[in-house]
């Protein structure tokens, strides 16, 4: 059974750091492109960031320059190094692989609150 788990999560004041990790296994982690969504509350799930099996990377303009995603295929991990963290940036983080239709997977989510 596929298995995606995020850890990193947690209370930061506004400005500070966090680094998100995402341990997948039972898949061929460098076939899938790997992503992070988040969920506010009230709010719909949304793309964070993507980074695809090519390495290239695609991030949603409100975390520009701020968050940095990465992939090690030699440990089926991927990261979300987050920076200059602000009360928006609050919600549930989830991981995310997809390789194609059929082939997609959610991990259980971890929370990040910013707040002072």
């Known amino acids: 059974q596929v298995q995606l788990v995020e850890s990193g999560g947690g209370l930061v004041q506004p400005g500070g750091s966090l680094r998100l990790s995402c341990a997948a296994s039972r898949i061929s982690f460098s076939l899938y492109d790997m992503a992070w969504y988040r969920q506010a509350p009230g709010k719909q799930r949304e793309l964070v960031a993507i980074i695809t099996s090519g390495y290239n990377t695609r991030y949603v303009d409100s975390v520009k320059g701020r968050f940095t995603i990465s992939r090690d295929n030699n440990k089926n991990m991927v990261y979300l190094q987050m920076n200059s963290l602000k009360p928006e940036d609050t919600g549930v983080y989830y991981c995310?692989?997809?390789?194609?239709?059929?082939?997609?997977?959610w991990g259980q989510g971890t929370q990040v609150t910013v707040s002072s």
């Open positions: 995310h692989a997809q390789f194609r239709v059929g082939y997609e997977y």
